[in-house]
């Protein structure tokens, strides 16, 4: 399953009102803990760029049949994308 797969996967699986709800909250909150951790790798490697980190975040392996590990990295990728460093 590719990164993309995996969000589609969990937008679909939150489809009604009260679970999208709850993916939001979810996504809002790993966005948070990007914020963090973008922050902590500039302070380590500041020549790198929010593309570089962004990929290097996206590298992870994706090859699980566990629907938590799915889900878990679902929200992880979504947040990635709606995660916009303010360097």
Do not use: C
């Amino acid at each position: 399953m590719t990164a993309e797969q995996i969000k589609i996967k969990v937008k679909e699986a939150y489809e009604n009102v009260d679970s999208g709800d709850f993916l939001q909250l979810k996504i809002k909150q790993q966005v948070e803990l990007h914020r963090i951790n973008f922050k902590r790798f500039k302070e380590v490697y500041p020549d790198k760029d929010f593309e570089y980190w962004k990929y290097y975040n996206e590298a992870m392996n994706i090859n699980s049949t566990n629907n938590q590990e799915i889900m878990a990295m679902g929200i992880y990728f979504l947040a990635l994308d709606e995660f916009k460093p303010d360097d």
